[in-house]
């Protein structure tokens, strides 16, 4: 494996009985990066990310974890990663400190108990209640402690922000910037747009089984279509327009103002648009979130649940 990438898998398959969840998964993460994973529920998501750390075993393909195969040494993987699951277990009759101090004995390495305890007061979380107590948002506040606590060289995290208030939302993603400027590598699954949007470096986008696309966060959103609103100071002859490529007209109304859409470049439209009398031009941005459901468009292939 390039010493430069922390992930690195080719060809990963994976069926439980007739259901194939991955179809040929192929995906690279380079260190020191925030990777954000986008798919819907059952695009294969936390299949993928439960053979990176061997908790399922695939039927084949390649992969290597900070350059290690988890199947032949997951224990080495393991104490290496911060992993936050989607669904959290914990053993309920323990105190916050008590289930964070087993985590660390599980890990074999020492923990920096100051460094908990700072990331307990970031995320306004008492160490003292017993795990039963805690809300659902408490609860996944223990998640993301015990995934970071080791300052570890790769964060694997599924969801982390689910069940959190927007301040603490905006708090985890604030400690996942400062652990990649430190030299971790994130590797994060999200449905939240907005907060994809705010930390990835890039984005992989994962469709029935199968990774379709992988962009930095920015260039996805620039290679969208982008709709345009152009008014003119009278009614005009569309053809000139609409004949562009990737030019589609959306609406017009009163003759005097249309509503494009665009995709690829803008330079054809804006020089075409240069012999009429335009009064107003306004571009619409489009979101990661439109970007991201573009690769949803119904499918011939049926779409297979992610156990």
């Known amino acids: ?30 260190r020191g990066e925030i990777f954000a994973f986008l798919g819907p529920n059952g695009a294969g998501k936390t299949t993928t990310i439960r053979c990176m750390l061997d908790l399922i075993r695939p039927d084949h393909g390649f992969l290597r974890v900070l350059g290690i195969d988890p199947q032949r040494d997951p ?51 008492d160490l003292r209640p017993r795990i039963r107590n805690l809300s659902k948002g408490n609860k996944q506040k223990v998640g993301v402690i015990q995934a970071l606590m080791h300052r570890p060289e790769l964060l694997i995290l599924d969801e982390p922000t689910l069940g959190l208030d927007p301040l603490m939302q905006r708090e985890v993603l604030r400690l996942m910037r400062e652990a990649r400027d430190a030299g971790a590598t994130v590797f994060f699954a999200s449905h939240i747009m907005g907060e994809v949007e705010q930390v990835a470096d890039r984005v992989g986008i994962i469709r029935q089984g199968v990774v379709v696309e992988v962009a930095g966060t920015e260039d996805l959103i620039r290679r969208a279509v982008r709709r345009v609103r152009v008014r003119f100071e009278g009614p005009v002859d569309l053809r000139p327009l609409t004949a562009l490529p990737g030019v589609r007209l959306l ?27 335009v009064r107003d031009l306004e571009t619409e941005r489009p979101s990661l979130e439109e970007v991201f459901l573009a690769y949803y468009e119904p499918s011939p292939v049926s779409s297979e649940a992610d156990p």
């Open 75 to 125: 224990v080495a993987v393991r104490q290496r990663v911060g992993y936050l699951p989607g669904e959290l277990h914990f053993d309920e009759n323990l105190t916050v400190e008590g289930a964070l101090r087993l985590f660390a004995a599980m890990r074999g390495k020492a923990v920096d108990w100051a460094w908990v305890r700072a990331l307990a007061e970031r995320l306004d979380l």
């Open 251 to 277: 609406r017009r109304e009163d003759g005097e103002e249309l509503l494009l859409q665009v995709e690829g470049r803008m330079d054809p439209l804006i020089k075409a648009l240069a012999a009429f009398p």
């Open 1 to 30: 494996m390039s010493e430069a990438l922390a992930i690195e898998i080719r060809d990963l398959v994976k069926s439980y009985g007739r259901v194939r969840a991955l179809r040929g998964v192929n995906l690279e993460v380079r």
